[in-house]
């Protein structure tokens, strides 16, 4: 099987996290930048596919520069190679934007059979990404996935909603986004991490894939952050002391704040 894993560089959910003022857009340089966890997770699903079925597993991220550092990430836990879309082009592309030139790269490759995806990002959290390039690829979605079997021909998951749970089965090619309960993912070694500075990353440009400057980045966006604040400094609390009435100050309290 022929495995692609869409990746993404986040900002730390531990680094302070801000827009920038000139265009709203993420200011990707205030924060520290890591591998999204829930990615961590897809490739370690894309592995354990790999390793009962053989094949290959290719990362595919498209990002700044910086997101190489990421890419390295996913090489070291095991994929064999990577595709890194990075071009100045793409600055401020929302998720429709994102979506095309993630399935315009899905497309320079040859006999992909699954893609797998985390159902959403920690910085975005928008959970649309993997069905829309699902739908621009023409393949079937099997979306919040928290298992996934495949015998090379089909892919079978069950998909956790607040319905339930339910078991979905397509054949392959598909798309499958997986939540946080489909693995654990596995710790990079010493060797896999050595292993990760020789494996190949192509890098390609906008035109690269097929799209032309024009069709993504902010000035063509669909949507837009049109402002910003930062959100306002915690305000103290109300301390109530109970001397025969904390009860009623404490209801006072939630009426007054409309919780009640």
């Known amino acids: 099987m022929n495995i692609v894993v869409l990746v993404k560089q986040v900002p730390d959910t531990w680094s302070e996290r801000k ?22 997770r897809a490739v370690e699903e894309a592995l354990l596919a790999k390793e009962a079925q053989g094949g290959e597993v290719t990362v595919v991220c498209m990002g700044p520069e910086r997101a190489n550092e990421a890419i390295r990430k996913a090489l070291s836990m095991g994929a064999d190679s990577a595709v890194h879309v990075s071009d100045e082009a793409l600055h401020g592309s929302d998720a429709v934007q994102t979506a095309r030139t993630l399935a315009a790269a899905i497309g320079t490759l040859e006999s992909v059979d699954l893609v797998i995806a985390g159902n959403e990002s920690t910085d975005g959290r928008a959970g649309a990404v993997p069905a829309m390039v699902a739908e621009l690829l023409g393949w079937p979605q099997l979306t919040y996935a928290r298992k996934l079997d495949t015998d090379g021909q089909s892919v079978s998951i069950e998909r956790e909603s607040d319905a339930g749970v339910a078991t979905v089965e397509a054949n392959l090619p598909a798309l499958v986004s997986v939540t946080e309960k489909i693995n654990e993912p596995r ?9 990760a500075k020789k494996k190949p990353v192509s890098t390609l440009s906008v035109a690269d894939v097929g799209l032309s400057a024009d069709e993504v980045g902010l000035g063509s966006a669909p949507t837009q952050v049109v402002s910003s604040a930062p959100a306002p400094p915690k305000e103290a609390g109300v301390k109530v ?3 025969g009435e904390g009860g009623v100050q404490i209801v006072e309290f939630l009426s007054g704040q409309k919780l009640v």
Not at 20 to 39: C, F, G, P, Q
Not at 187 to 195: C, D, H, N, Q
């Open 241 to 243: 002391t109970d001397e």
């Open 187 to 195: 710790y990079p070694s010493f060797k896999g991490i050595m292993a």
């Open 19 to 40: 827009l920038s003022d000139a265009d709203h857009t993420l200011d990707r340089a205030s924060a520290d930048a890591v591998l999204d966890e829930i990615n961590e």
